[in-house]
């Protein structure tokens, strides 16, 4: 879809993992309110000023990556493309010599070959520049799970063809928007920070709520709950190394809310525990609970609450008959002590939790690292069972 807006805003495309796309345009319309935004398939496309994208960006959670779209070209043949893309204004958004990504998507193009294409785009930066531009490719930080710390980073390109029209998009957020920085321990699955956020809007959770996490693993759900509206204005986003961008004025850090519901980390190693504590207080919120506890010696510490975990699947936990035992004694666990709460629990998909007093309320399809998942919303107590 194109966007017709006033002159001084430009088209942008925020992008949801799968299974989180309401909950980005839910996103969006609140950290950009009065902006024309229209869903489409993998994101939401947004009309906004430039300033209004800047100071929205230390919001945005559930969002993986926001593009702006610069051009729409049309081409047949390669000479064609490199010239109408060096004449595009890529000064407003690279440095030449800058380092760079080119990620390049093409269907139903004659000119289809993307490792050409990109060598292409590569050509044009640097025509256009007047310096050649070092091309970068994921796989050479592949090992790492945060962004690079590096005096100016790669910009990162998009290049998407359709039936011969070559859209070019430039990364206005960076790494830093799904990685927030405090991540640095992790155990063997670890769940990214944009799904979890996700999965704390899915389930409709708001700091007045007590929630747990009984599995939590390097602390992921509570150090993003504890976040939830923070302002990352300290963070650096791509888009603030832009050379048509004013240096941003020095701000204080926004501390997570106090007097917020309570918030609690459990899990049964004390070794991810005390990389959980670590982890948040990276994030600025070593203020939360971390408990080393075993889910089913736990007790609720409140009457009601949201229970959203993330427990262990797959090949962690050996033959089919261990997965039936753990969904089954999850499921007898939930019904029996969590009375009254209410749980959201992330599982393979076409995975069933049932036992007397428990209820699936919603089944949410996501993806989590390429592998299906579902979350299941639960309605616990008297009554709920299947």
């Given at each position: 879809?194109?966007?017709?807006?006033?002159?001084?805003?430009?088209?942008?495309?925020?992008?949801?993992?799968?299974g989180?796309?309401?909950?980005?345009a839910r996103?969006?319309e609140?950290?950009?309110?009065?902006?024309?935004?229209?869903?489409?398939?993998?994101?939401?496309?947004?009309?906004?000023?430039?300033?209004?994208?800047?100071?929205?960006?230390?919001?945005?959670?559930?969002?993986?990556?926001?593009?702006q779209?610069?051009?729409?070209?049309?081409g047949?043949?390669?000479?064609e493309?490199?010239?109408?893309?060096?004449?595009?204004p890529?000064?407003?958004?690279?440095?030449a010599?800058?380092?760079?990504?080119?990620?390049?998507?093409?269907?139903?193009?004659?000119?289809?070959h993307?490792?050409?294409?990109?060598?292409?785009?590569?050509d044009?930066?640097?025509?256009?520049?007047?310096?050649?531009?070092?091309l970068?490719?994921d796989?050479?930080?592949?090992?790492?799970?945060?962004?690079?710390?590096?005096?100016?980073?790669?910009?990162?390109?998009l290049?998407?063809?359709?039936?011969?029209?070559?859209?070019?998009?430039?990364?206005?957020g960076?790494?830093?928007?799904?990685?927030?920085?405090?991540?640095?321990?992790?155990?063997?699955?670890?769940?990214?920070?944009t799904?979890?956020?996700?999965?704390?809007?899915?389930?409709g959770?708001?700091?007045?709520?007590p929630?747990?996490?009984?599995?939590?693993?390097?602390?992921?759900i509570?150090?993003?709950?504890?976040?939830?509206?923070?302002?990352?204005?300290?963070a650096?986003?791509?888009?603030?190394?832009?050379?048509?961008?004013?240096?941003?004025?020095?701000?204080?850090?926004q501390?997570?809310?106090?007097?917020?519901?309570?918030?609690?980390?459990?899990?049964r190693?004390?070794?991810?525990?005390?990389?959980?504590?670590?982890?948040?207080?990276?994030?600025?919120?070593?203020?939360l609970?971390?408990?080393?506890?075993?889910?089913?010696?736990?007790?609720p510490?409140?009457p009601?609450?949201?229970?959203?975990?993330?427990?262990?699947?797959?090949?962690?936990?050996?033959?089919?008959?261990?997965?039936?035992?753990?969904?089954?004694?999850?499921?007898?666990?939930?019904?029996?002590r969590?009375?009254?709460?209410?749980?959201?629990?992330?599982?393979?998909?076409?995975?069933?939790?049932?036992?007397?007093?428990?209820?699936?309320?919603?089944?949410?399809?996501?993806?989590?690292?390429?592998?299906p998942?579902?979350?299941?919303?639960?309605?616990?107590?008297?009554?709920?069972g299947?």
């Amino acid at each position: 879809m194109k966007i017709q807006p006033d002159p001084a805003c430009r088209a942008w495309f925020a992008v949801a993992s799968p299974g989180l796309e309401d909950a980005v345009a839910r996103e969006v319309e609140r950290v950009l309110p009065g902006c024309a935004f229209f869903p489409e398939k993998g994101g939401v496309l947004v009309s906004a000023r430039v300033e209004q994208v800047r100071r929205a960006l230390p919001l945005l959670r559930v969002t993986a990556r926001l593009w702006q779209r610069v051009a729409q070209t049309r081409g047949r043949a390669f000479g064609e493309l490199e010239r109408k893309w060096a004449a595009l204004p890529w000064e407003a958004y690279m440095r030449a010599g800058q380092s760079v990504r080119i990620d390049v998507t093409t269907h139903r193009c004659r000119l289809h070959h993307t490792g050409a294409l990109r060598e292409r785009l590569l050509d044009a930066l640097g025509k256009r520049l007047g310096q050649p531009c070092t091309l970068l490719r994921d796989t050479d930080d592949a090992n790492s799970h945060e962004p690079a710390a590096e005096a100016r980073p790669a910009a990162r390109l998009l290049v998407r063809g359709e039936q011969d029209a070559f859209e070019l998009s430039v990364d206005a957020g960076g790494d830093t928007l799904a990685f927030r920085g405090y991540r640095l321990e992790i155990g063997k699955a670890p769940l990214r920070e944009t799904l979890a956020a996700g999965l704390l809007h899915l389930a409709g959770w708001t700091p007045a709520e007590p929630l747990v996490d009984p599995m939590c693993g390097a602390g992921t759900i509570p150090i993003e709950a504890a976040l939830l509206g923070v302002d990352r204005t300290q963070a650096r986003f791509a888009m603030d190394d832009w050379p048509s961008m004013t240096p941003r004025a020095p701000v204080m850090t926004q501390a997570p809310a106090a007097g917020a519901g309570l918030v609690l980390g459990c899990d049964r190693d004390p070794q991810m525990v005390d990389k959980a504590r670590r982890n948040a207080a990276r994030a600025g919120a070593d203020t939360l609970r971390f408990e080393a506890q075993t889910f089913e010696a736990l007790a609720p510490p409140a009457p009601s609450g949201l229970l959203l975990f993330n427990p262990p699947y797959g090949h962690r936990l050996g033959g089919p008959s261990a997965v039936t035992r753990q969904w089954r004694d999850l499921a007898k666990t939930l019904a029996l002590r969590w009375q009254g709460w209410r749980a959201g629990v992330l599982v393979p998909q076409g995975t069933r939790l049932e036992a007397p007093g428990l209820r699936t309320v919603r089944d949410h399809p996501l993806k989590n690292g390429g592998l299906p998942v579902s979350l299941l919303e639960l309605a616990i107590g008297p009554g709920a069972g299947p």
